[in-house]
């Protein structure tokens, strides 16, 4: 049996007082060298395959400022969006193939963990304030471990509530939800803002829905009987909770249903512009929500589930480094050490903290991101915690490219056979990619 550790509610409110990480995002594929040295070279070499668009220039800033640091060339090339298995595939069959990659799930386990090296009792592993956030094989090898935890949710502009004649304690369930938007929908041409920003269907914006609000139905599917390795099949026995509130975000938006599949609209500007009261997001885009809404909070995906008033934020995370095991022992060294100057030196862990949210390591920099404040008053006041159950998702980029297909059928006409092709596609689709796997 795997030895996935799930997330609980004490490991949150213990870690919260320490230090936290980030989420998804879009952008295309980028690289940069810093430094030179030949790959096998005494200094060793570190080649990150960065799973994170978002972590780019950041992560660039400090490949270069390493290597100004120490002489030891820093390798950063950034996957696309929903493009890093495949990117992975064709990077680890050349020559110098990345040194440090990203397995974030039991399935990543399962195709990647014979290439990562074990870091049992290794420097980075010692770093660790929790053990909540790594993934083990079968074998209890130590195959990836976590570089960050994050929170989602709905993050809400409560000026903007308010200015629309309401009040955030209205908001404890669905229903008080539902009502609230609709209102504001219903009046945006008088208030000058809508209910909730665009929820665009292309690659830079579908996994908020295909990744993030799924795990909604995930997570109350398994709730009672929780999994500890990816099953063969999922009954959808959530899936209307799902769609109340999928339907409340795109019917009760700036931009119709039927113009989402193309996307092209800039959700997060449109909430920093006060365009929009609510939105779907995660807490790696504080810094950029806080400065143009300082108040902003998040709130649960309520959707309707029965006690859901106790409902707390959506927490977990889908980074965890691996260390690629068929590379040279100073590549593997040289990898080590820029892993722990990451998460351990006050300047560069503070970098890492304002772009991702929070480290779970004893010495990075200490969070200041509110979003993930919320969460941690959300288990304080008893509420359940909503771990990332999605990281079970079988060949994820297939699963969810079958899964955005039938969302944006559904968006052009939403009718109850497109629903049920959206059914189809969670339920079915997650059997058939399982299969497409394992066998």
Not at 312 to 340: H, P, R, Y
Not at 377 to 386: L, S
């Amino acid at each position: 049996m795997k030895k996935w550790k799930t997330i609980l509610a004490l490991a949150l409110s213990a870690a919260m007082s320490l230090s936290l990480l980030a989420g998804c995002g879009g952008g295309a594929a980028s690289g940069n060298v810093s430094g030179g040295g030949a790959a096998g070279s005494e200094t060793g070499r570190v080649y990150w395959l960065n799973f994170k668009p978002e972590l780019d220039e950041t992560a660039q800033d400090l490949a270069k400022a390493y290597t100004d640091k120490t002489g030891v060339p820093v390798q950063v090339i950034t996957a696309a969006s929903g493009t890093y298995q495949q990117t992975l595939t064709a990077e680890m069959d050349k020559n110098a193939p990345p040194t440090l990659f990203v397995i974030g799930n039991t399935a990543g386990v399962a195709d990647w963990g014979d290439y990562a090296m074990d870091l049992t009792g290794t420097a980075i592993a010692n770093e660790l304030n929790t053990d909540a956030y790594n993934l083990y094989d079968d074998a209890g090898k130590l195959v990836s471990i976590g570089y960050c935890y994050e929170c989602y949710g709905i993050i809400v502009n409560p000026d903007l509530v308010q200015q629309a004649g309401h009040s955030m304690d209205e908001i404890k369930d669905f229903a008080s939800l539902k009502a609230v938007v609709e209102d504001i929908h219903t009046n945006a041409a008088t208030l000058g803002f809508d209910a909730f920003t665009s929820c665009d269907m292309d690659d830079s914006s579908s996994w908020r829905f295909t990744g993030h609000m799924a795990n909604l139905e995930y997570f109350y599917e398994q709730k009672d009987d929780p999994w500890t390795e990816c099953p063969a099949t999922i009954t959808g026995a959530y899936m209307d909770n799902f769609k109340n509130l999928y339907d409340l975000c795109i019917n009760n938006s700036l931009t119709a249903p039927t113009d989402l599949a193309t996307g092209g609209h800039d959700a997060a500007q449109e909430f920093k512009d006060g365009k929009a009261a609510f939105t779907v997001q995660g807490s790696w885009e504080y810094a950029g929500y806080a400065e143009a809404v300082p108040n902003a909070t998040m709130i649960p995906y309520y959707c309707g589930v029965a006690g859901e008033e106790k409902a707390g934020l959506n927490c977990g995370t889908e980074n965890c480094w691996a260390i690629n095991a068929n590379v040279s022992e100073a590549d593997q060294k040289a990898t080590m050490d820029f892993m722990v100057w990451l998460v351990s030196d006050p300047d560069a862990s503070a970098k890492m903290v304002e772009q991702l949210g929070i480290l779970p390591y004893k010495n990075a920099a200490e969070s200041s991101n509110g979003f993930l404040a919320d969460a941690a008053e959300y288990t304080a006041n008893g509420c359940y915690v909503m771990p990332w159950v999605t990281n079970y998702q079988p060949n994820v980029d297939e699963y969810r490219r079958g899964l955005v297909a039938a969302l944006n059928q559904y968006n052009a006409d939403q009718s109850a056979g497109n629903w049920e092709n959206v059914r189809t596609a969670f339920v079915d689709g997650w059997a058939v990619q399982y299969q497409n796997v394992n066998g």
